[in-house]
């Protein structure tokens, strides 16, 4: 089986920065892509960030100039910089993964989440 775990949430004030960090483990075969979702209370969960096996990113246009996305292959993880941070900002951060297991079909694996809020 595979499990993702992330770290770096807490709180900040806005304006401030903090990055999450999302490490694969398990029997993997192959990881297509990599992501950060999030979703704030009452709302549906949102696509922050994607990276794909090529190296291109897509972000969601909310948050574009202002977070970054990057991998490191060798480690299965996947980091998300967060600058300049809003209210609007607060929410549960999940890491995604779409990825192949050494035994199975290719298909989408969840975190637990991870808390950020931003409030002064």
């Known amino acids: 089986q595979v499990q993702l775990v992330e770290s770096g949430g807490g709180l900040v004030q806005p304006g401030g920065s903090l990055r999450l960090s999302c490490a694969a483990s398990?029997?993997?075969?192959?990881?297509?892509?990599m992501g950060w979702y999030r979703q704030a209370p009452g709302k549906e969960r949102e696509l922050v960030a994607v990276?794909?096996?090529?190296?291109?990113?897509n972000y969601a246009d909310s948050v574009k100039g202002r977070f970054t996305i990057s991998r490191d292959n060798a480690k299965n993880t996947v980091s998300l910089q967060m600058n300049s941070l809003k209210p609007e900002d607060t929410a549960v951060y999940y890491c995604?993964?779409?990825?192949?297991?050494?035994?199975?079909?290719?298909?989408?694996?969840w975190g637990q989440g991870t808390q950020v809020t931003v409030s002064s």
């Open positions: 990276i794909i096996s090529s190296g291109s990113t």
């Open positions: 995604n993964a779409y990825l192949t297991p050494l035994r199975g079909r290719p298909g989408d694996w």
């Open positions: 398990g029997s993997i075969f192959s990881i297509n892509a």
